[in-house]
């Protein structure tokens, strides 16, 4: 079965205001992780990607967490904006296998 | 360089015709996977490939379903005898390496319909 969950469904946040989705993760053995970004009718497009020898990693306007002790992803979007509303994924790797993706958080960008 | 190629973006079939969905990798990428996706929840692994291998098919059915990456061409998930409950929308994304985790990319989807 699929290792990955999100604590959240949905989430609102006000344009500007900074976001942070959430993912928990099961498989310890897990290795490599991704988020993903979902629009309407699209495909999954990647936002960013972090190793587990590794413990934060930014991008532009995106900073992803990781705490192996306690099995936990998080995304975080700084100033928000009208073209973040998406539905986003955490996904999970182990070795050179199947990506295995988690239910997905909604993010609703208030004007 | 063009990323992943799905087609059609739309199919609809009737109940007990055949579906099939193609999905063309990025250039230089060797791995595929599929990948089935219902309405309002996330992405359930199905098939993994490379050229004219199956490397986990753990997430297919083991009836009516069928994945092929061959040599030349595309890579095909084949429903035969579709069922009104394989309507859904089907993705696929390719990866150039597996080795240490590498992104993979995803093509727009095939939306099936079963009517």
Known sequence: GESVGLHLPTLSVQEGDNSIINCAYSNSASDYFIWYKQESGKGPQFIIDIRSNMDKRQGQRVTVLLNKTVKHLSLQIAATQPGDSAVYFCAETQGAQKLVFGQGTRLTINP | ?115
């Open chain 2, 1 to 115: 360089n063009a990323g992943v190629m799905q087609n059609p973006r739309h199919l609809v079939r009737r109940r007990g015709q055949e579906a099939r969905l193609r999905c063309s990798p990025m250039k230089g990428h060797s791995h595929v996977y599929w990948y089935r996706q219902l309405p309002e929840e996330g992405l359930k692994f199905m098939v993994y490939l490379q050229k004219e291998n199956i490397i986990d098919e753990s997430g297919m059915p083991k009836e009516r379903f069928s994945a092929e990456f061959p040599k030349e061409g595309p890579s095909i998930l084949r429903i035969q005898q579709v069922v009104r409950g394989d309507s859904a929308a089907y993705f696929c994304a390719s990866s150039q390496n597996t080795r240490g985790g590498t992104e993979a990319f995803f093509g727009q989807g095939t939306r099936l319909t079963v009517v």
